[in-house]
């Protein structure tokens, strides 16, 4: 009898864990619909830039350019914030496509799905990225 509810109790148990699983995969591909969309934001926004240059049409056909000479040079011209931060959502999805997104590069550890909704592009968890801004805390001092 009891070893029946102990056995019943882990497969609670494992079932509420692969629920978890399905639940944060669902928000993991979520966050990669909003990635996408912010990339694709800071493309198109950096294309309104160039042409917004006085006397210039850069791309005046950009559907038929599409090359990767196109993509390099809008590459160059963002700017570097933004091409820094482009860069970080194009990692952010190649770590969801190898299902590798979420794991802290510290711990390993899973990195809390709220803390990744509210900032995909993070590679660390809370604990780690505290750790972190006090070891430089220490560094500067
Ligand atoms: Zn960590």
């Keep these: 009898m009891e070893k029946e509810q102990t056995i019943k109790r882990i497969k609670k148990t ?6 978890a699983r399905k639940v944060r995969e669902k928000k993991i591909q979520e966050i990669r619909k909003k990635l996408m969309a912010q990339r694709e934001a800071l493309l198109t926004g950096a294309v309104e830039a160039l042409n917004e240059l006085p006397g210039q049409t850069v791309f005046p056909d950009l559907g038929d350019q599409a090359s990767a000479e196109t993509d390099r040079s809008f590459m ?7 091409q820094r931060l482009l860069k970080k959502i194009e990692d952010a999805i190649e770590r969801i496509d190898n299902g590798v997104f979420g794991i802290c590069d510290r711990c390993g550890e899973e990195i809390d799905i709220k803390r990744l909704e509210a900032r995909p592009v993070t590679t660390m968890c809370i604990e780690c990225k505290i750790q972190q801004e006090e070891e430089e ?3 500067e001092m």
């Design 137 to 139: 805390k220490l560094m």
């Design 14 to 19: 494992k079932t509420k864990k692969a629920k």
């Design 76 to 82: 160059l011209r963002l700017k570097g914030r933004e």
